[in-house]
């Protein structure tokens, strides 16, 4: 299967409502096979079902609550319990349609979070998300900003077997631990401007990592909107530092995200 997939990108986000179609057009062009659609909240579900169903076998649609909640982001708060009420019944509703549990994790950003009560309920999201993935069989789509470390022990803890830790900001020594329990690593086009994700991608085996955007977050260039199309910009860079064709690349990514999220298998239409 010759292509990219980008295993992690809001396409469901406001920036792209107006040129959604381009967008996709402009991905294919490059070589994206296939791009997981996350949500972070359940207002965005019903919106990301829909774009799965209106780009059939390209978009694949990832449910769960983030870790970071609030309607305002100048007033981020960290996720409760009470934020699975409405998002559950729909991840039972559409979980036929879905690939993955996601965005789910752990975000100890001190604006985010700020006592160890906060932290609590952040744990007791995941775990009980974790739960509803190994129920449906789906791998988990992880954030874990500024809480890598507690965020790969209580995985391992919960015997959570596949998990996507996306845009891992944590020490390689770190992701190393996520390594040894099978899990795998997504790169961002933000590689290029990020010290601490270069030296991650040294350290990681090319057989555990896999690609991303995070679109609109995380593109090669500051404050610009991220795209999908940008997938390349993460390949090219991994492969100029472990010295590999970007072919080389483009065909293990690819075969590890088929790899962790299997039911991409049965959607993509190539």
């Given at each position: 299967?010759?292509?990219?997939?980008?295993?992690?990108?809001?396409i469901?986000?406001?920036?792209?409502?107006?040129?959604?179609?381009d967008?996709?057009?402009q991905?294919?062009?490059?070589?994206?096979?296939?791009?997981?659609?996350v949500?972070?909240?359940?207002?965005?579900?019903?919106?990301?079902?829909?774009?799965?169903q209106r780009?059939?076998?390209?978009?694949?649609?990832?449910?769960?609550?983030?870790?970071?909640?609030?309607?305002?982001?100048?007033?981020?708060?960290g996720?409760?319990?009470e934020?699975?009420d409405a998002?559950?019944?729909?991840?039972?509703?559409?979980?036929?349609?879905?690939?993955?549990?996601?965005?789910?994790?752990?975000?100890?950003?001190?604006?985010?979070?700020?006592n160890?009560a906060?932290?609590?309920?952040?744990?007791?999201?995941?775990?009980?998300?974790?739960?509803?993935?190994?129920?449906?069989?789906?791998?988990?789509?992880?954030?874990?900003?500024?809480?890598g470390r507690?965020?790969?022990?209580?995985?391992?803890?919960?015997?959570?077997e596949?998990?996507?830790?996306?845009?891992?900001?944590?020490?390689?020594?770190?992701a190393?631990?996520?390594?040894?329990?099978?899990?795998?690593f997504?790169?961002?086009?933000?590689?290029?401007?990020?010290?601490?994700?270069?030296?991650?991608?040294?350290?990681?085996p090319?057989?555990?990592?896999?690609?991303?955007?995070d679109?609109?977050a995380?593109?090669?260039?500051k404050?610009?909107?991220?795209?999908?199309?940008?997938?390349?910009?993460?390949a090219?860079?991994?492969?100029?530092?472990?010295g590999?064709p970007?072919?080389?690349?483009?065909?293990?990514?690819?075969l590890?995200?088929?790899?962790?999220?299997?039911?991409?298998?049965?959607?993509?239409?190539?």
């Amino acid at each position: 299967m010759q292509g990219y997939i980008d295993c992690h990108c809001h396409i469901s986000a406001g920036d792209f409502d107006d040129d959604i179609d381009d967008v996709i057009v402009q991905a294919k062009k490059v070589g994206v096979l296939a791009l997981l659609a996350v949500a972070e909240h359940a207002g965005e579900f019903e919106k990301i079902v829909q774009l799965s169903q209106r780009f059939p076998g390209f978009v694949m649609a990832c449910l769960g609550v983030h870790p970071v909640q609030g309607q305002d982001p100048a007033q981020p708060r960290g996720a409760l319990l009470e934020d699975l009420d409405a998002a559950l019944p729909l991840i039972e509703k559409y979980k036929e349609h879905i690939v993955a549990i996601g965005e789910v994790g752990l975000d100890f950003t001190p604006r985010v979070v700020s006592n160890d009560a906060g932290k609590e309920s952040q744990r007791q999201v995941l775990i009980r998300q974790a739960e509803i993935a190994k129920q449906l069989n789906l791998p988990l789509n992880v954030h874990s900003r500024s809480a890598g470390r507690p965020t790969i022990h209580l995985l391992k803890e919960l015997g959570v077997e596949n998990a996507l830790l996306h845009a891992f900001d944590g020490k390689p020594s770190v992701a190393m631990e996520g390594v040894r329990a099978g899990y795998f690593f997504s790169i961002p086009p933000s590689i290029v401007r990020s010290e601490q994700k270069q030296k991650l991608v040294k350290q990681l085996p090319l057989e555990n990592m896999c690609l991303e955007t995070d679109s609109p977050a995380l593109g090669p260039e500051k404050q610009v909107r991220n795209e999908p199309r940008n997938i390349t910009v993460s390949a090219e860079y991994i492969a100029k530092t472990k010295g590999i064709p970007v072919e080389k690349v483009m065909e293990v990514t690819t075969l590890n995200a088929l790899r962790l999220f299997p039911k991409l298998k049965t959607f993509i239409k190539v």
